[in-house]
């Protein structure tokens, strides 16, 4: 796979860096079976570019996947950095003679994207007051942005609908999942129009810099049209404090902060309440996301420890979830 990969950046490379242009350090960062991330630089003439190769391993089907395209995404990166929001730029757009399939590259910033050290690390002592307002004003940019055509769109009883028949169908009995269903399903807020959601903003998918804060915006596949106090919600979800359940937001920030920084970044206000709403509806359906993840494993279909490990969290949102209906929601 690494040869493959190589060779189709090799013929690339010109087009990167310039005549004469070479591939150096090849790396694969991640991948699951249908999506692989790889660093490599590019030396030539005009220097070391450091960059970041996405690509996805097999076909894309729009109808059956909740993500976007590669290509839609690098459409969302470039329309976030046009209003300011920090991404990973957009360099290039794999077309088919790349020998890629589908694929894009962004250029590579530095920084720390492991939750946890984000909320315990020393290194970030300076800059981690201040996250939690720099992702409201974020935040604030992304849902100001004009999207891509063919988003879907997401509502809040959509989704309860959309995750409890994946919940019914698992045959799970959990009490506090299935009081979160019916109470989510009376208090849903009255909808506002809808904007560009990054759709999985959280501590872990932020590229953070001990001397700057946030530095980028990082995986885009989930991106859709929404409530805007759906991606404030998510950041505060329990399961993203990386341990910190006494700082709301990502374990390192308070509500107010991230509303405050929401309207400076020149967004309107939105009232705490519904984004403790929208929190409770993400703690549930990650809940109901590792109780699948977990099926999975326990079925033969996926045999990695990581499923089962990821499925033990459920723990996690049901504690979110007893400790939001306790204080009023």
Avoid at 146 to 175: F, H, M, N
Wanted: proline letters at 5%; one cysteine or more; aromatic letters at 6%.
């Amino acid at each position: 796979m690494q040869g493959e990969v190589f060779e189709a950046l090799k013929g690339l490379a010109p087009t990167l860096g310039g005549e004469g242009a070479q591939i150096a350090d090849l790396q694969r960062l991640s991948g699951g079976a249908s999506m692989q991330t790889w660093a490599f630089a590019v030396v030539g003439g005009r220097g070391r570019d450091e960059l970041i190769l996405r690509r996805r391993v097999g076909s894309f089907d729009p109808d059956a996947a909740r993500s976007v395209s590669l290509e839609v995404e690098a459409a969302l990166i470039t329309a976030a950095e046009k209003v300011g929001a920090p991404v990973a730029p957009l360099v290039h757009l794999a077309r088919p003679q790349d020998g890629l399939g589908e694929a894009h590259i962004t250029r590579r910033i530095s920084g720390e994207t492991l939750g946890r050290k984000i909320v315990s690390d020393p290194r970030f002592d300076a800059v981690r007051p201040a996250l939690a307002r720099q992702c409201g004003a974020i935040l604030a940019q992304i849902h100001s942005a004009q999207p891509p055509e063919g988003l879907k769109t997401v509502d809040a009883l959509a989704e309860l609908a959309r995750y409890e028949e994946i919940y019914r169908a698992s045959g799970a009995e959990r009490p506090i999942l299935e009081l979160a269903f019916q109470h989510l399903k009376k208090r849903a807020p009255e909808p506002r129009p809808a904007v560009l959601l990054h759709g999985d903003f959280r501590n872990g998918n932020l590229m953070v810099d001990p001397d700057k804060g946030v530095a980028a915006v990082l995986d885009w596949e989930l991106s859709h049209m929404g409530d805007p106090a759906e991606d404030l919600g998510w950041i505060c979800v329990n399961s993203w404090r990386f341990g910190r359940s006494d700082r709301p937001v990502g374990g390192f920030g308070e509500y107010r902060d991230l509303l405050d920084g929401y309207v400076e970044g020149g967004g309107e206000a939105i009232p705490l309440e519904r984004v403790l709403y929208w929190q409770a509806l993400g703690s549930l359906k990650w809940g109901v996301m590792c109780l699948m993840m977990y099926a999975s494993y326990a079925n033969g279909t996926d045999a990695s420890v990581e499923r089962p490990m990821i499925g033990r969290r459920v723990s996690e949102t049901e504690i979110d979830l007893v400790t939001l209906l306790e204080n009023g929601l």
